[in-house]
T-cell receptor, first 113, second 115 residues
Framework: DTAVSQTPKYLVTQMGNDKSIKCEQNLGHDTMYWYKQDSKKFLKIMFSYNNKELIINETVPNRFSPKSPDKAHLNLHINSLELGDSAVYFC????????????FGDGTRLSIL | KQEVTQIPAALSVPEGENLVLNCSFTDSAIYNLQWFRQDPGKGLTSLLLIQSSQREQTSGRLNASLDKSSGRSTLYIAASQPGDSATYLCAVRPAGGTSYGKLTFGQGTILTVHP
C-alpha cells in the first residue's frame, strides 16, 4: 500500500558514473517533484512535473535529467556524478492546486566515492 | 526570496511535557504552510497543512497556528511521548506563479522526548 516509492533506497557509486533513481506514486496524483536534502538537512526543490510536463526547474545542473513516462512515474537520471551530488533525494507527489499537501517517498541516499 | 527559519534547532524534553516548535518565514505571500515529521532514514510525513486564510489546524495532540502577517507559525505538541521523537520541518508554499508550486523548507527542529 506504499503511496510514493523510490528505488533504490541506497546508491553508492564512483565519481563520473551515470545513475538513475526511480519514483512511482499510486495516489492518482498529477504532479510530482524531486527534492534534494543536503548534509545540513536542508530540503530544496529540484524539479516539478505536472501531467508529464516540466513545470519547475530550480537551476539544477543539466547533468540532472528528469523523465516522466506517465503521471505516476518521475525518474531522475544523473550523468557524470560529482562528489557534491552526495545527498538524500526525495520524490513527492500531490494533486495540482494551491492547497494540496505533498506526499513524500522514503528517499534515496546517494553516496559518491 | 523566501526564507524559512525554525527555532530551536534541537529540543530535548521529558515525557509528558507540552512543547512548542517555532517557524518563521520572510515573505507573507503564501498559499499555505505545512508541518512535516521526518524519522531517521525515512521520508517526510505530512502532519498539518494550514491554508493562508486559516489561523490554526488541529490533529490529535498536535495544534498548528499561523500568523501570516507576522510570518510566524507554531506547532504545539501536547503531552509529548517518546514516539514523538523525530525532526519536525515546516514548509511554505509561496503564492503566485503556477499552482504546481514548490515548497520552501526550514532546516528543522530535532525533537527528543525521553522517558
Amino acid at each position: 500500500d506504499t503511496a510514493v516509492s523510490q528505488t533504490p533506497k541506497y546508491l553508492v557509486t564512483q565519481m563520473g558514473n551515470d545513475k538513475s533513481i526511480k519514483c512511482e506514486q499510486n495516489l492518482g496524483h498529477d504532479t510530482m517533484y524531486w527534492y534534494k536534502q543536503d548534509s545540513k538537512k536542508f530540503l530544496k526543490i529540484m524539479f516539478s512535473y505536472n501531467n508529464k510536463e516540466l513545470i519547475i526547474n530550480e537551476t539544477v545542473p543539466n547533468r540532472f535529467s528528469p523523465k516522466s513516462p506517465d503521471k505516476a512515474h518521475l525518474n531522475l537520471h544523473i550523468n557524470s556524478l560529482e562528489l557534491g551530488d552526495s545527498a538524500v533525494y526525495f520524490c513527492a507527489s500531490s494533486q495540482a492546486g494551491q492547497n494540496q499537501p505533498q506526499h513524500f517517498g522514503d528517499g534515496t541516499r546517494l553516496s559518491i566515492l | 526570496k523566501q526564507e524559512v527559519t525554525q527555532i530551536p534547532a534541537a529540543l530535548s524534553v521529558p515525557e509528558g511535557e507540552n512543547l512548542v516548535l517555532n517557524c518563521s518565514f520572510t515573505d507573507s505571500a503564501i498559499y499555505n504552510l505545512q508541518w512535516f515529521r521526518q524519522d531517521p532514514g525515512k521520508g517526510l510525513t505530512s502532519l498539518l497543512l494550514i491554508q493562508s486564510s486559516q489561523r490554526e489546524q488541529t490533529s490529535g495532540r498536535l495544534n498548528a497556528s499561523l500568523d501570516k502577517s507576522s510570518g510566524r507559525s507554531t506547532l504545539y505538541i501536547a503531552a509529548s511521548q517518546p514516539g514523538d521523537s523525530a525532526t519536525y520541518l515546516c514548509a511554505v508554499r509561496p503564492a503566485g506563479g503556477t499552482s504546481y508550486g514548490k515548497l520552501t523548507f526550514g532546516q528543522g527542529t530535532i525533537l527528543t522526548v525521553h522517558p
